[in-house]
């Protein structure tokens, strides 16, 4: 008996310890799906820097509450998985929303999830989802800026064509 409490306590400190690690996590209901869609499904996960996890419920409602997330212990009943994000706060969210969109892999349910220490709701996830990546933010923001100095660029030469065929 005792070994068996000891092995779940263990349990719970490794899952507090992913949970601790990650950028981002979100828990979400796969009931319905085939085993070929949820092996599609944690295929796309691993290219795109996550990783999904089916944890006993138990468990991860004490690793949650342990990190101090109890809004998210009650999404934790039925039969739940964890998608984990190493890195890219984002990618867990616009996959799952990715998933649920398509035929095969519908039934999937977005429940709640921590981004950066924060929990989020359906909704937020769904927003976050609908986000660029950070690549192309940065691209946007590198194009707007380039933009604005062509023109700049453009506007000081006028100014000095305009300076000489006065002189």
Do not use: H, W
Not at 85 to 102: G, I, N
Not at 105 to 127: A, P, R
């Amino acid at each position: 008996m005792k070994e068996s409490i000891l092995a779940k306590q263990e349990e719970v400190s490794l899952v507090t310890e992913k949970m601790k690690n990650s950028a981002a996590f979100v828990v979400f209901k796969y009931q319905g799906l085939t085993v070929k869609a949820f092996q599609g499904l944690r295929r796309t996960m691993r290219e795109n820097g996550c990783e999904v996890s089916v944890i006993k419920n138990n468990i991860s409602s004490r690793s949650a509450k342990a990190l101090g997330y109890d809004d998210v212990c009650d999404a934790f009943s039925g039969p739940v998985a964890v998608a984990f994000a190493a890195s890219d706060v984002v990618a867990p969210a616009k996959v799952l929303f990715q998933a649920v969109a398509q035929e095969e892999t519908n039934k999937i349910e977005v429940v709640k999830g921590v981004v950066d220490g924060d929990v989020y709701s359906f909704d937020q996830l769904k927003v976050l989802s609908e986000l660029p990546s950070y690549e192309t933010l940065l691209t946007q923001l590198a194009a707007g800026m380039l933009g604005t100095l062509t023109q700049l660029s453009i506007g000081l030469n006028m100014l000095v064509e305009n300076g000489q065929e006065q002189a």
